[in-house]
């Protein structure tokens, strides 16, 4: 068969209706999300709401009798401990950090993602080697200061600027913009 004609009869294909919510369904979705996800609580109560409405638009419910549901299936989750928000924001801070996050960046990822802003204070607070090493990743990523290929001192400012709006401090982007580079020249080599 030609691959017009299957993607035609995909396109002709009505799309499915969304399924009735019972508790029974809601405890499933949440299951399945977090086999594929970690989540806070917070974020999954936003995906199975965001479920429930879909469903009720569809069959014509009010999505205010299912809240009893979503309390329950969400409570019974973090009790199991599938959802815990401080395991997640550790995880995830960890990971941005990483990846050259300043701690201003990570907190305001975390509180995006429905963790208390006092739990993602707490994860994504850095001492200053980390902010440094976060910092020195990001310039490496972005080709800033020692890793630009251009004229350095022509593109100082843009560069320190470009630093303070990843939430950078003013002392660390000049730490990083007027270093050598090479203090950590193994950080990107496979070992």
């Known amino acids: ?47 199975l709401a965001r479920k429930i409405a879909l469903s009720c638009r569809h069959h014509g419910e009010d999505p205010a009798m299912h809240a009893a549901a979503l309390d329950d299936v969400v ?5 199991s401990g599938l959802v815990d928000d401080q ?7 960890a990971t941005l950090r990483r990846r050259g996050r300043s701690a ?22 850095a001492g200053d080697d980390e902010e440094l090493a976060a910092a020195r990743k990001a310039a490496r990523r972005k080709r800033l200061g020692p890793w630009s290929r251009a004229d350095r001192t022509a593109s ?24 050598a580079g090479d203090e950590d020249a193994n950080d990107g080599a496979l070992i």
Not at 22 to 44: G, I, K, N
Not at 167 to 172: A, K, L, Q, R, Y
């Open 1 to 47: 068969m030609a691959e017009g004609d299957d993607r035609r009869r995909r396109e002709a294909r009505p799309a499915r209706a969304p399924r009735r919510i019972t508790p029974d369904y809601l405890q499933r979705a949440a299951m399945h999300y977090l086999e594929r996800y970690s989540a806070p609580a917070a974020q999954l109560r936003r995906v």
């Open 75 to 79: 409570s019974r989750c973090i009790r």
């Open 156 to 179: 100082r400012q843009k560069d320190l600027a470009a630093l303070a709006r990843a939430g950078f401090s003013i002392t660390v982007a000049r730490a990083v913009i007027d270093g």
């Open 104 to 125: 201003r960046a990570v907190a305001a990822s975390l509180t995006a993602k429905g963790v208390g802003r006092e739990l993602a204070q707490q994860a994504s607070s």
């Open 87 to 93: 395991r997640f924001a550790e995880a995830r801070a």
